[in-house]
């Protein structure tokens, strides 16, 4: 029996402690969206920041089924079974809110940052969030879906709406409902 076991709610970080195979194991999973944890500085931000319960979602699998896939990739023999589901994670809206549609205070680009992998998309995101007014509209342009962001966003009362763009573009459109959020 596994000492300390991996739940949903743990973060991507813990998993990837257990082996250096588990890695591969994750980034074969979905690798236009994690290929990117190849890079030495996304290592060290993203798994910090996705719980296992938000990985299974970008995958599109069980959480349990991705947690005994972790196991299996670590050369652990165990099992998860089925747990009673917790509360939804946050999604994207399936249809535009209204706010969508009217003016952008804020765009950040961060396209080209993306594909160099040099840009901690929490760096320029944070200081725009907290610098517009309740009600504005900030436009986020990322290569990649931003389910790992929903989580953040719901913390920090700031609604979004993602759109796909093309295959390497994403518009991720967000809407500041509070003042007086924390931004470290």
Known sequence: MIENPLKPQHKLIKALTLHPDVLPYIISLHPHDLERLSNPMMQRLL????????????????????????????????????????????????????????DVATVIDLLEGDERLDVDPFVPLFPAIKHINVGDVLLLKHKWHPQPLYDVFQKLDVAHYAVQKSDNEWWIYLRKGREGFRVR
Not at 60 to 82: F, H, R
């Open 47 to 102: 798994p910090q920041r996705i719980t296992l319960a938000r990985l299974a979602v970008m995958v599109d699998m069980p959480v349990e089924e991705l947690i005994n896939g972790i196991y299996k990739a670590a050369g652990m023999k165990t099992a998860v079974s089925p747990q009673p589901s917790s509360l939804p994670l946050p999604a994207n809206p399936s249809q535009p809110p209204d706010w969508v549609t009217g």
